[in-house]
């Protein structure tokens, strides 16, 4: 057991004087309570998830540091033409986070970044343009030769930030994991005493016992095998598997609401295969892309993604995998990174098992990016494959490191920056710098 087990226990409710402190934004009186609460032990069984919220808690408003004058500053400074009444609308629609700190809204620092993603919601944003030339002629090179495989050589480090002190590290650092899509994996170098986990680790990582040193790397190198079907042309089994079908506390669970949406996305399939594409095309077709504040700040992620329609990547993924379960088909995760040159960056999505076929592949994100952007080949795409651009870690999600992690992770159910522990102390979100960055990519 390690502290991180806790958070099985995350759906238990909050005795209702801390959960109404923590919704006014009274973050002292909630952990004044929390305190009070723990030190009492006298609801033992509630103690795991007042624990939780005792170490999360502190840590929400590092998300939330915009005022409503500062974030609308901050927007102004590219879209000058911004009025007030603007801004509160892209707030009713649910276009920027924001929680409430002492009795004043607080705004998510990135929604900047994800209005941009919207130029019709924000006509002044400032647009990177984009070449699409490469992506659109390796997609139709997959579907041209049945698939694309790509070497790939990444370099990842984590370190300490600037100020954090310290005399003995701990660190875990993301490796490719063995899978259906990656084969000959190589580590090429690392600092010394790194210990690899096996190739079938669920989070898949390499590990340093306590340390002096204050940087951890790791090179590695792998083949990326992106194969190309067109999963309407598979006839599937009468009888399908019955793995990975199950709920998994905290994220997937089968909510009432979940399951009457899922009910009436499905009517009318004809097959799992109809059943899955009609879930991808819900998702797809409606969640849109917002930046998440840090995952051990979410609750009953399915659930929630499905009644707010908003998410980032690994959100609708979970949504995906819970729909697909309650539809009865088995659903799973995978993450790691998206590798392209001159773009590696975290990045999550689903697989889905088809019988005779085997596992599939939906990218959800990818998919309403592309409905996003009017681009229909793309997100069909991305409903039964991938692209050579990517680095699997995990294949599980809220899995154990190797070996586990005794403090509290970063992110407990996600394993894509890595872990670092400092004297003891498990050190959370910019208290940890990380690099990842392609050393080589070829297309094979």
Same mark, same amino acid.
Not at 174 to 184: F, T
Not at 361 to 383: I, K, N, Q, T, V
């Given at each position: 057991m390690t502290k991180?087990?806790?958070?099985l226990h995350?759906?238990?409710p909050l005795?209702?004087?801390?959960?109404?402190?923590?919704?006014?934004?009274?973050?002292?009186?909630?952990?004044?309570?929390?305190?009070?609460?723990?030190?009492?032990?006298?609801?033992?069984?509630l103690?795991p998830?007042l624990?939780?919220?005792?170490m999360?808690l502190?840590l929400l408003?590092?998300d939330?540091?915009?005022?409503?004058?500062?974030a609308?500053?901050?927007?102004?400074k590219?879209?000058?033409?911004?009025?007030?009444?603007?801004?509160?609308?892209?707030?009713?629609d649910?276009?920027?986070?924001?929680?409430?700190?002492?009795g004043e809204?607080k705004?998510? =620092?990135k929604?900047?970044?994800?209005?941009?993603l919207?130029p019709?919601?924000?006509?002044?944003?400032?647009?990177?343009?984009?070449?699409?030339a490469?992506?659109?002629?390796?997609?139709?090179?997959?579907?041209?030769?049945g698939?694309?495989?790509?070497?790939?050589?990444? &370099?990842?480090?984590?370190?300490?930030? &600037?100020?954090v002190?310290?005399?003995?590290?701990?660190?875990?650092?993301p490796?490719?994991?063995?899978?259906?899509? &990656?084969?000959?994996?190589?580590i090429?170098?690392?600092?010394p005493?790194?210990?690899?986990?096996?190739?079938?680790?669920?989070?898949r990582t390499?590990w340093w016992?306590e340390?002096?040193?204050?940087?951890f790397?790791? #090179?590695?190198r792998y083949?990326?095998?992106? +194969?190309?079907?067109?999963?309407?042309?598979?006839?599937? +089994?009468?009888?399908?598997?019955?793995?990975?079908l199950?709920?998994?506390e905290?994220?997937?669970v089968?909510t009432?609401y979940?399951?009457?949406? #899922?009910a009436?996305?499905?009517s009318?399939?004809?097959?799992?295969?109809e059943?899955?594409?009609?879930i991808?095309?819900?998702? #797809? &077709?409606?969640?849109?892309?917002?930046?998440?504040?840090?995952?051990?700040?979410? =609750?009953n992620i399915?659930?929630r993604?499905?009644?707010?329609?908003?998410?980032?990547?690994?959100?609708?993924?979970l949504?995906f995998?819970a729909?697909?379960?309650?539809?009865g088909?088995?659903?799973?995760w995978?993450s790691?990174?998206?590798?392209?040159?001159?773009?590696?960056?975290s990045?999550?999505?689903?697989?889905?098992?088809?019988?005779?076929?085997?596992?599939?592949?939906?990218?959800?994100?990818?998919?309403?990016?592309?409905?996003?952007?009017?681009?229909?080949?793309?997100r069909?795409?991305?409903?039964?494959?991938?692209?050579?651009w990517?680095?699997?870690?995990?294949s599980?999600?809220?899995a154990?490191? #190797?070996p586990p992690?005794p403090?509290?992770?970063h992110?407990p159910f996600?394993?894509?920056t890595?872990?670092?522990?400092a004297?003891?102390?498990?050190?959370?979100?910019e208290?940890?710098?990380v690099?990842?960055?392609?050393?080589?990519?070829?297309l094979?």
């Amino acid at each position: 057991m390690t502290k991180n087990q806790d958070f099985l226990h995350l759906n238990d409710p909050l005795p209702n004087d801390i959960a109404h402190r923590k919704g006014m934004g009274d973050i002292e009186g909630a952990l004044r309570l929390l305190d009070a609460a723990l030190a009492s032990n006298a609801q033992p069984e509630l103690a795991p998830r007042l624990r939780v919220e005792r170490m999360r808690l502190p840590l929400l408003p590092q998300d939330y540091t915009l005022t409503r004058a500062q974030a609308i500053a901050e927007l102004r400074k590219e879209w000058p033409a911004c009025t007030e009444s603007q801004f509160d609308a892209l707030v009713d629609d649910g276009r920027i986070d924001w929680r409430c700190f002492g009795g004043e809204a607080k705004f998510h =620092d990135k929604f900047v970044d994800t209005l941009r993603l919207y130029p019709k919601l924000a006509p002044g944003l400032k647009q990177e343009p984009k070449d699409t030339a490469q992506r659109d002629a390796v997609l139709a090179r997959m579907k041209a030769e049945g698939g694309v495989t790509a070497k790939i050589t990444i &370099q990842a480090s984590i370190a300490p930030a &600037q100020g954090v002190s310290g005399s003995r590290f701990e660190a875990w650092l993301p490796i490719p994991a063995a899978c259906p899509q &990656q084969s000959e994996i190589e580590i090429l170098d690392c600092t010394p005493g790194g210990v690899c986990a096996p190739l079938d680790a669920p989070q898949r990582t390499i590990w340093w016992a306590e340390s002096e040193k204050r940087e951890f790397s790791v #090179t590695y190198r792998y083949l990326y095998r992106a +194969d190309y079907i067109d999963p309407l042309t598979i006839t599937p +089994d009468k009888e399908q598997p019955a793995f990975d079908l199950e709920e998994q506390e905290p994220h997937l669970v089968f909510t009432p609401y979940l399951r009457h949406l #899922t009910a009436r996305v499905v009517s009318g399939c004809a097959n799992p295969v109809e059943k899955a594409k009609a879930i991808y095309d819900y998702v #797809t &077709q409606n969640v849109d892309y917002r930046f998440q504040p840090a995952y051990i700040q979410l =609750d009953n992620i399915a659930d929630r993604c499905a009644a707010q329609l908003r998410g980032d990547c690994g959100v609708m993924a979970l949504l995906f995998i819970a729909m697909c379960r309650i539809a009865g088909i088995p659903a799973k995760w995978q993450s790691g990174l998206f590798a392209q040159p001159g773009d590696v960056g975290s990045h999550d999505w689903a697989m889905f098992y088809i019988a005779p076929y085997g596992w599939l592949w939906a990218d959800c994100s990818f998919g309403s990016s592309s409905r996003r952007m009017g681009e229909e080949a793309r997100r069909l795409h991305y409903f039964g494959n991938l692209d050579p651009w990517r680095m699997v870690a995990n294949s599980a999600f809220f899995a154990p490191l #190797t070996p586990p992690d005794p403090q509290w992770r970063h992110d407990p159910f996600d394993n894509q920056t890595g872990e670092l522990i400092a004297d003891g102390r498990g050190l959370m979100g910019e208290e940890r710098e990380v690099r990842r960055e392609m050393v080589d990519f070829q297309l094979l």
